[in-house]
Structures are given as C-alpha cells and as structure tokens.
C-alpha cells in the first residue's frame, strides 16, 4: 500500500495526529448489528485500539502541556516516522468509498446514542473488553464531525481482516520506534494493567485467540512486504499472550504457591473484618438514614437490576458517623448475605491487605507466618473473579475511602479497581469526599448532623446519665447543639464526662471547660472505643486540610476566611459582587478587597472562575455542603470553630479585620436589596464577635480599622438591627475614646449615635444618662452655643418625650430653638427641625392648635429656604397632616397626606422608605374615616414594599403590618387580623426583644383583637402581662402604661367584672390628670370609660355627671365638631336612656347624628352607630315605624359599606328583627373601643413611622 512521505509535521500536530487515529478505530469498534462470528475480528480491532492508546500514554502523547514538552525532549528524531505510521493509520478511513469497498464494511446512519441496544445483543465477553478500553477516548468522540460518527457493520469477514492486517502493521511499527525510544517496558506496563483488569475466563481466552490470529497475520505480513519501512513487532505480541496466560491462572485461583492444585471454594459463608462488624454499645440509630441505604441496595434489587453491581455510597463530613451508620445496617440486615467483608480503605496499603487476606479465605490459602508472599495485584482480580457466576448475595464495604479525588497525590487510590463488579454483589463506599457520589447511579446517602433527639439520645448513653430533671435535660440540648449535632464529637464528649467525676456529677460545668479547653478536648479519642475510632474530630479534619493545601492552596486560605464568616448561608455572590465584581485585575478595586484577594491568590490575577474553583475543592473534602434551598454553601459548626481555633492570635485578629473590611465594603454596594442585606447580617456580626475578642488580647485598634467599624455600624442602624448596631456602636466608643481621647469632638458623635440605638431599642434611661453626658461634654469643650451642643440638646429632649416627659421635653426644645434661632438664624435648616419636633410634643401633649400653627410656620419657611419637593420639606407637610388628624379635620388631613404621598414619589421613588410612610398615614387616616377597604388596599401596598425594601423583619415593616391588622380589626376580619398580630408580635420579640416598647404594643394590640372576638380570658391574661412589662419598662406614669391600664379595664368591663374595671379605670383617670393633665385628650377618654363601666353597673347619675363634665371639656379643649366630642355626646345619650330620660336622649342623639353626617359623612360606621342608637331611643318611646325606617336605612348602609357578615351589620340586622317582634333593642357599640380602646397605641405607631426621621437631626453631628 502507498504510504505518505515527506512530512515535516510539529509535535503538537503529532499529538492530534494520534489522537484522530484513537478515535478512527474506535467508531469501527464501536459498530453496530454483528453477528456472533464477527466478534473476535472487533476485539482484534479492540486489542490493536487498546495497544494503541498504550503506546500513547506510554510517550505522554495523550495528555496535554507539561507532557507535549517530553515529546520535544525525547523523539524530535523520531516525529518523521511516527507521523508516517500515524498518516498512514488516518488515510485508511479517509475515504469512505475505500473504507466499505476493500475491507468490507457497510454504514449506518444513526446517531451514537442509538447504539445501546444492539450492544446488548453482543455477549458479556465482548461487551466488557469493548467497556474496558473504550473509556480512554471518549472525551474526544463529542468532538468528531457528523460523518465520522458513522456507524459501521461488517459485510465481508474476509476483507476485514485485511483491515486489521493494515492497521496492525502500523501500530507494529510505532512499538518499534517506541523499543528506540527505551519506552516500550512502560507500554507493556500499561497494557498489562489493562489485560489484568479482566475479571473472567471467557473474555481472556477471545482476547487471547485474537492475539494469537494478528500475531500470525501480522508475520505474514513482514515476509510480504519488507520493503515497507516498518517490520512487524512480534515481540510485543508475545509478551501480550504471556500475561494473558499469567491472568488466567489468576482468575483460576492458581498462583503457583505450593497449594497450587486447590480449586476455589464453591462458597464462602461468614465474614471479613480487621475489627468487630458491630456499633459501638452506645451507637443511636438514626431511622432515616438507615431506610435510605436498605431502599437504595434492596429496592435496586427487587426492580430487577440484577445483572449489574449495586453501590450505594455513604458520603459525609469526617465525625459524622458513616461508619457506625454501616456497621448498623450489617447488624440489622446481616442474614440477608452469605458473607460481608469489611474493607478498610483510608489507604493503599490497608485495602491491598484486606484483599490479600480475603483471598485467602476465598481460596483456601492458610492465613498465618510462613505463608507464601499472595501479590496484591494477583490477590485483587482473584477475589472479584470469585464472586462471578455463584449465587446468592454478598456484601462488600470499602470504609473510609477518603483520597480518591486528586491524581496527583501520593495517596490517591482508585477506588473503583477495588470494586467487586459481579452481580450479586452489594458494594458501601463510605467517603468524607463529596466526589464519591458520582461513582453510582443510585442516590447517595449523605450524613450529616444528628437529628436533636438523637444527638441527645448519643449523649446520655455515652455519658451514662442517669438523671432526669428539666435542668438536667436542658442543659443536655445545650451541650449537643454546642456540638453541631455531630456524632464524633458528641461521642467524645459524653466519654469524657462518663470518666470524669467532677463533670458526671454535675455536668453543667462541661461548656465552661469545652470553651476553655475545646482544641484539646477534640483532639482526644472516647476512651471506652479507642480501638473503634482510629482518629479524633479534629486530626479528621485536618488530614483534609493538609490534602487541600497541597491540592489546591488558595482553597485552604478561603477555608481559612470563611472561619471568620457565619457558618451558615455562605453565598458566592457576595465575594463576586465586592471582591470580584468583574474579571479585572485586582488593583482596580478597593484597598480592602485588594488585601483580601492578595491573600486568597498571591501567586495570580485570579478570577471568579478560581473562587468558585476552591469553593467547589472544598466541597470535594466536605468541609462545606452546598445547600441548594438556600444557593449558599454551609459549613458544620465545629468545622467553622476549629478553623479559628487551628490559628496564631495574631493571626486571627489579621483574618477577622480582613474579613471585617471585605463586609464593609459589601454593606456599601447593595444599599436597595434588602434581602442581600439581611443576609449580611449574621456574617457580618461573626467576624466582628471574633475581631472584639482578638483585639482585646491583642491591644488597640488603629484608626483605619475603627472606620471599618463605623460603616458596619451605621448600616446596621440603617437597617433598623438596633441591637447589632449597640454591640458594634459601643466598641466604637470605646474605641474612639481610647484612640482620641473622651473629649475629641468625634468621640462625642460616636457618644451621641450611641445614646440614638438606645433611643431605638426602648432603653430611655439609658438613652437620657448618655445624652445628658454627651451634652455637659459639648457644653465644657465646644460652649453651649455650638451646633453640636445644640443637636445634643434636641437629642435629648426627644428621648424625654419618649418617656412621655412632655412638659420637660418642651422646655428643653423651646430652649434649642430659641438659641438655633440666635446662632444658625430662624431659616437654617437646624432651626427648622427644632421647630419641627417642639411642634410634635406640643401635638403629643394635646395642644394641636399650636401644634398646627408651628407646623405650618415649618412648612413655609422650608419651602422658601430648601423649596417644595425638599425631604425635610415633605416632613412638614406629613407632620402638619398628622395634627390635622388629631383634631379630626380628615379630609383636610387626607388631602395633605396625598399631596406629600405624590411629592415623596417624584422626589425619592415609590420605593423610599418616606414615601412608605406616607403611604401608611394616608391609610391610616382613611381608617379613621371609616373607608376601610381602601386604606386595607393602602395598607397592603405599603407592606409588600416594606418587605421589599427594608425586609420581613425590619421595625417599619412591623408598624405596617399592625396597621394593617388593624384595620382587617374594623373589618370585621378577626382571623386574619390575629393571624397578622401574631406574626408582627413573633417578629418583634425577634428583632427587638420580648421588653422593646414597640414589642408591648405588638402585645396590646393583640389582645384587643382578642377582646373584639370575646376571647375575654385570654385577651385579659395578655393585657396583664403587657401591664405589668410596661410598668418595669416605661415607670407606672407613662402614657403607654396608662392606655393599658385603660385596656385592661375594658376587658374586665367586657367579662362583668364592673367592681375591678371601675377600680382601675379610677386608677389610670387619676394618673392621666397627674401626668398629662385635666384637659389632655387621653384624660378625656378615660373619663368617658370610667362613666361607662359606672352606666353598666346601674350608677347612672354618676355616670350622667362624669360624662357631662367629659363633653364640656371635649367641647372645650377639642371643639364641638371633633370626633372625640361626638363620641363623648353619643355616650351621654345612651346613659339618659337608660335612665329613661328619653327625649333628652333623643335630642342629643340627633345633634350626634347630624353633625357626624356633617363632619365624617353618612357612611361612616360611628354615623350608622348613631343611626342605631337614635332608633333605639324611639322605640323605646312607642315611635315604632320611624325606629323600623331608621333601623332599615341603617343595615342597608351597614351593609353596603362593612359588608353583610360583619359583626355591627349582624347587630343591625338583629335590631331590625327585634323591631318587627317588638322585642328588646341592642345598643349597638357606645363607642368606647373608638374613643379608648387602643386609639392611642395606633396613633404613636404611625407617628413613631415617621417621627423617626426627625432624630436625624443627629445624622449632621455624625456626619
């Protein structure tokens, strides 16, 4: 045949060269629809294909880079000739026509994948020679073209033949330049591994018959045409046949020790283990994990996949109790196999002695000194051979085999080589490495921490408790969920305890001494096991880390980093968006991000391609999980904790203050997405848990690193996370001080911002102390003058009125107004929030008409000096429409309400916080004018964008969901208004603590809703527990003390209990005089209520007395139109009717009606209240048919505006049934939930939403 000449090809051409030839032969191998005499021509094919890509590996040909350099070392002479053969390989399949008419094959066009089941058809001895080579270059079929994936049959035997001889004489020629070369004993080695690999006697006598045929073919060959360049290599052939024939004397059993006449067992019944095939006496089963592998071995079973090997592999962090999973299932279900053999396979070395040692058991070899040397690499093919064609079931598990990831190590085993491939056989593979999984098709089993109860159940047996009181029990919970539920560790400590008395006496000091001693005490093995555990929990861990380090090093140092996040929700997008960002190199980012990349990749520019590379060689070692609910990555507790402990001091402080400037910078970056900012939360406050402790040991902090602090700091206040922003504040001051001294005006700011998260968090006290010291501070260093010590000075009054010190509060902000006045002149912007916030004291203590009046002197003069859409502006016209609310001048509060709303949503979007307040007092007075369905529509609007923006858990996201319980509550919508208050109060206790004011009213407002279901008894246990947590937290005179002594009162009142509610309503009327005054709004109200309980007691003349003196007053102080005054005349009303004082009643029911048509329109529920009323009172004068008509006109409205199944529509209903049957008139609702019942607290929470921004004032002193 002709054959190429004059090449001048390069190595790398060389390389891809080789690898079509490789791919060529592999199409025709792969062919499909042979019949049986065609299959020792295709494993001729296989065997030239198999010797092949051995001569490849053996010059490093089929691998890529460092290898192509040896090609350049070792046979730049050789390349002409190699690439002769090579060319001369390709041309035979380069002409289809040539290729199906001279060696007789005939084309399919069909898809590769199509292939499998005519490959079924072929017998089990073809199929796994051609399964055994083909893997080699399968990475390279995807890369073919179309027509060369053809598939090929054979037509003429003889002709194919011919193709072999071809073929054969090229790769002959290769080997002969390999014997050149000094290569070819690695080529024989490597195909004798191949040939050694063959697991059964039918499959080597194919294999050696073909060897023998293209021997012979090939020998003709030489003598036909020696003029050819290339002589036939016979010696390689010979050499093939050897070991074929060495391997069947293997898989015989025949091993040519002395016992060589002995056959194989026909059967093996009983075990094989190095130790026990039992759990340790204290071993916990865990119910779940134990089904899982039982399905996953059995089930695989019973559907009938029993040609095939079934593994299960049980995949898991080091400790987490694999092992002791297994040795379980083999307690359970060991009469299900013949026998079960216990494979150690932490190293070579262990499972190449188990295998030697299982042979001899199989094969009847002594086992003892003076035996003859079993070769491993005979033992192993030996013992998988055994276990084809017997039957029965077998259980084969390879414990521990953890290195199996990386080629390069010295210590990585192929796992699969050791896998018993027979079917019958059921294989366990227990791995810490997250790879292991992909070996089987079947689902792995991964085990990860205890369930608690089992954790707790480990504990007890390990520390031989025999107590069992609640401390004893909860004090056990702690210890294990100290543990991270892990197996290992909890093992251990409960041996601990169970050996040392001091602690099995009394085990609440074993935390104290685990904190203190934690890297030792996980460096112990249970003592009662010690032969079972041949490792502790740490040095587990730390042979992983020594495999990364040496595997992939930048994955070692982000394991290092990630100990000083959160252990939890370890998201990558994080370090993408603030250390990566985009592919740029690293000097294009903040110093921080710099110092951060510059000690992950030292050695490179790096990529997110690389992060996301060490994150996935971590995985590998299960030393973090990915969790796929959370697209984040986990890492097990005492993981996290010992890549802290495994660290220098100094070295911790230097990872913590990295890390700490990496997440400063986060907070900076992502300012609109709440949810990414919650997320930062936790990791944010662990590396600065470990930073304070570092740097307390360590000595001061330099000032860059204090403004690291600042940042976090201000942005959890910015968040509404009072209580991390206290703890991160506080070292702040502490830090400034010592760094600036105590008097340095920015240590002062850090005072101020400091007393402003108390103010937050409901420490008042707290709050006033600081503030007071900052101001004496401002006033000896700057002078009393001073903007600072005016701002102060503001902070100061509005933590008094916080504490409803309002008279106080005034004073104070009169005076930094007056002197903002003088110093920054009456248009400063200063002035004007000092304006601002005397106006909301002054409306807080009632006095709405100079409160109004000073708030629309506000409004001008912002509009003049900042203009119309300026924020401080917008909070003008807000605050203005809140006193108009007050006073019960509703429309013109709504329409102010709607102009800010409009404004905020030009100014700042739809989505700033502000114009969410806006949105939520524009509500909220609609409420009040009893167009419910529109403020819930409002309402819910303003929820969703809370969540959106602030996120679910942030203080003004829970004001709107009680504002919007709130008016579900006037709706009638009692489920769905608990449900809401349940939720708004479970998130409080949350995020502010079971004492946080907001968290009382949360409380309150609960209970009430309660109250409106007549849940009576549980509404009064609630009402009582916020009593008395308002007293311990706010003082007996607080005005949110007062309102639930009021509420408390009514409820009793609702249950009958008139002689309690009229005591306490006595109570809180005589504190409201006290504290707010005769005249206050609130004293008001509760004289209404007191007069009340009194009318439902039969006290009707006292009752008639109190609620004349509370409508004079009304009339007076709040005007004769204002909601409050209708309410008071309604009451009156209805307690001359009791008296039977009907046309007084009447009269005064009439003016009630028509002046509530007048102000809060005839649809509004307290108008149809004094319908109701009114039609009461005729009836019980005889006036029959006015009282029907009006009855009717009421329920109609009743109906039309709250619906026809709420609760006052019902009632309205009942009145108009009572009517036609003349039978007695319910009164409907005297209006006292209207003018007491919880009024106040909604009030404060919609002006606490936007009161807020007012202490900003202090935003210029921090700034």
Not at 34 to 55: C, F, M, P, Q, V
Not at 641 to 656: K, N, P, V
Not at 759 to 786: F, S
Not at 1021 to 1042: D, F, I, N, S, W
Request: charged content about 25%.
């Amino acid at each position: 045949m002709a054959e190429p000449i004059g090449l001048a090809i390069g190595v790398v051409g060389l390389a891809g060269l080789f690898s079509t030839c490789v791919e060529y032969m592999d199409y025709i191998s792969l062919g499909r629809d042979y019949g049986k005499d065609y299959e020792l021509s295709l494993t001729k094919i296989i065997l030239l294909k198999a010797r092949l890509n051995a001569w490849g590996e053996s010059l490093c040909v089929v691998q890529e880079g460092r290898e192509l350099a040896v090609l350049r070392d070792c046979w730049f002479q050789e390349k002409d000739a190699v690439g002769r053969c090579l060319l001369g390989i390709k041309t035979i399949f380069d002409d289809t026509t040539q290729i199906e008419m001279k060696y007789g094959l005939e084309p399919f066009n069909t898809d590769r994948h199509s292939l499998s089941h005519s490959q079924g058809q072929r017998s089990g001895a073809f199929r796994q020679i051609e399964d055994k080579f083909k893997s080699r270059i399968q990475g390279r079929q995807e890369d073919a073209s179309m027509w060369k994936k053809t598939c090929w049959a054979i037509r003429d035997k003889k002709k194919f033949d011919s193709l072999i001889a071809d073929l054969a004489f090229y790769v002959d020629g290769l080997e002969k330049l390999s014997d050149r070369l000094q290569v070819l004993g690695l080529q024989r080695r490597l195909l004798e591994v191949e040939i050694r690999a063959i697991t059964d006697t039918n499959t080597l006598r194919m294999l050696e018959d073909a060897s023998a045929q293209t021997r012979t073919a090939l020998l003709s060959r030489e003598s036909t045409d020696k003029d050819s360049g290339a002589r036939g290599n016979t010696s390689g052939h010979t050499y093939i046949g050897t070991i074929i024939k060495d391997r069947a004397k293997v898989l015989n059993g025949n091993l040519g020790l002395q016992e060589s006449n002995l056959a194989a067992r026909a059967d093996y019944v009983g075990q094989y283990s190095k130790s026990s095939l039992r759990p340790v006496a204290n071993y916990v089963p865990r119910p779940k994990l134990h089904q899982k592998i039982r399905e996953q071995l059995h089930n695989s079973t019973d559907d009938g996949v029993k040609d095939v090997r079934i593994l299960v592999v049980v995949w898991g962090l080091g400790g987490a109790g694999k092992s002791q999973l297994v040795l379980n299932y083999i307690q359970e279900y060991r009469q299900d196999y013949s026998a079960v053999f216990w494979i150690e396979g932490g190293s070579k070395e262990s499972i190449e002695r188990d295998y030697i040692q299982i042979y001899r058991l199989l094969y009847g070899r002594p086992i003892g000194a003076g035996q003859e040397i079993v070769k491993v690499e005979d033992a192993v093919p030996a013992v998988k051979s055994w276990f084809h064609g017997r039957e029965g079931r077998w259980l084969v598990v390879l414990d521990s085999a953890d290195t199996i990831d990386n080629l390069q190590d010295p210590s990585y085993i192929d796992i699969e080589y050791f896998m018993p491939d027979a079917p019958g056989v059921h294989v366990v593979v227990t791995s810490r490495s997250a790879t292991a999984k992909e070996m089987t098709v079947l689902e792995a089993v991964e085990v990860a921490d205890m369930e608690p109860a089992e954790a707790v159940a480990l504990f007890r047996r390990g520390a031989k408790l025999q107590e069992e009181g609640q401390e004893i029990r909860t004090e056990v919970a702690q210890i294990v969920k100290e543990l991270g539920y892990l197996a290992l560790a909890i093992t251990l400590a409960g041996s601990y305890i169970s050996v040392t008395h001091r602690l099995s006496s009394d085990i609440r000091k074993y935390l104290p001494e685990y904190r203190q001693r934690r890297k030792e005490l996980l460096r112990q093995r249970p003592q009662q096991h010690i032969h079972r555990y041949g490792e502790s929990v740490l040095s587990t861990w730390e042979a992983s880390f020594d495999a990364i380090a040496h595997q992939h090093p930048a994955a070692s140092r982000l394991l290092s980093v990630l100990a000083f996040m959160n252990f939890d929700d370890i998201f990558i997008s994080l370090f993408n968006r603030n250390v990566i960002h985009i592919i740029e190199p690293p000097e294009t980012l903040s110093l921080s991000a710099q110092r951060w990349w510059s000690y992950i990749f030292p050695e490179t520019d790096g990529n997110s391609y690389e992060l996301e590379s060490a994150f996935q060689t971590l995985q590998t070692y299960s030393l973090i999980q990915w969790r796929s609910d959370q697209r984040s990555y986990s890492m097990h507790k005492l993981v996290h904790i010992w890549g802290q402990d495994r660290l220098e001091a100094t070295r911790q402080e230097q990872l913590s203050s990295l890390t700490l400037e990496l997440l400063a910078d986060a907070t900076a970056d992502y300012q609109s997405d709440s949810s990414y900012r919650l997320r930062l939360v936790p990791h944010i406050m662990v590396s600065f848990g470990i930073y304070s402790q570092t740097h307390d040991s360590m000595g001061e902090t330099t000032g860059d690193r204090l403004t690291t602090i600042k940042r976090i700091g201000d942005f959890l206040y910015t968040i509404g996370r009072w209580t991390e922003a206290y703890n991160i504040r506080v070292f702040y001051f502490q830090g400034m001080r010592k760094f600036l001294g105590v008097e340095h005006p920015d240590t002062l700011t850090s005072m101020n911002n400091l007393a402003e998260v108390l103010d937050h968090q409901g420490k008042y006290k707290e709050a006033e102390e600081m503030h007071r010291q900052a101001l004496a501070l401002k006033e000896t260093v700057l002078g009393k003058e001073h903007p600072d010590t005016l701002t102060s000075m503001n902070n100061l009054a509005w933590v008094l009125g916080s504490q409803g010190r309002y008279e106080e509060a005034e004073e104070i902000h009169r005076q930094a107004l007056a002197l903002r006045e003088t110093v920054l002149g009456k248009e400063h912007p200063d002035t004007l929030m000092s304006m601002n916030n005397l106006a909301l004291v002054l409306d807080s203590q009632g006095k709405y008409e100079e409160a109004e009046e000073m708030h629309r002197q506000a409004l001008a003069l912002r509009e003049t000096v900042l203009g119309k859409e300026h924020p401080d502006t917008l909070m003008s016209m807000n605050n203005l429409a809140l006193v108009l609310d007050s006073q019960g001048k509703y429309e013109e509060a709504e329409e102010m309400h709607r102009q800010t709303l409009a404004l905020s949503e030009t100014v700042l979007g739809k989505e700033h916080p502000d114009t969410l307040t806006s949105m939520n007092n524009l509500a909220s007075v609609l409420g009040r004018q009893g167009r419910y369905e529109e403020a819930e529509e409002i309402h819910r609007q303003a929820l969703a964008l809370y969540k959106t923006v602030l996120g679910k858990e942030h203080p003004d996201t829970l004001t709107s969901m009680n504002n919007l319980a709130e008016v579900l509550n006037h709706q009638g919508k009692y489920k769905e208004a608990e449900e809401m208050h349940r939720q708004a109060l479970a998130l409080y206790k949350t995020v502010l603590g079971k004492e946080h004011p907001h968290t009382l009213t949360s409380i309150n407002n609960l209970a009430l809703i309660l109250d409106s279901q007549g849940k009576y008894e549980e509404a009064e246990e609630m009402h009582r527990q916020t009593l008395a947590l308002y007293k311990t937290v706010l003082g007996k005179e607080h005005p949110h003390t007062l309102t639930s002594m009021n509420n408390l009162a009514l409820v009793l009142d609702s249950q009958g209990k008139y002689e309690e509610a009229e005591e306490m309503h006595r109570q809180t009327l005589a504190l409201y005089k006290t504290v707010l005054g005769k005249e206050h709004p609130d004293t008001l109200t509760s004289m209404n209520n007191l007069a009340e309980v009194l009318n439902h007691q039969g006290k009707y003349k006292e009752a008639e007395e109190m609620h004349r003196q509370a409508l004079a007053l009304c009339e007076r102080v709040l005007g004769k139109e204002h909601p409050h005054t209708l309410t008071s005349m309604n009451n009156l009303a209805s307690v001359l009717d009791s008296q039977g004082k009907y046309k007084e009643a009447e009269e005064m029911h009439r003016q009630a009606l028509a002046l509530r048509e007048t102000v809060l329109g005839k649809e509004h529920p307290h108008t149809l209240t004094s319908m109701n009323n009114l039609a009461s009172v005729l009836d019980s004068q005889g006036k029959y048919e006015e009282a029907e008509e009006m009855h009717r006109q009421a329920l109609a409205l009743y109906k039309t505006v709250l619906g026809k199944e709420h609760p006052d529509t019902l009632t309205s209903m009942n009145n108009l049934a009572s009517e036609q049957s003349r039978d007695p008139i319910m009164v409907l609702d005297r209006d006292t939930d209207s003018s007491g019942n919880g009024i106040s607290e909604e009030q404060d929470g919609n002006q606490g939403s936007l009161s807020t921004p007012s202490t900003s004032v202090a935003g210029s002193d921090a700034g």
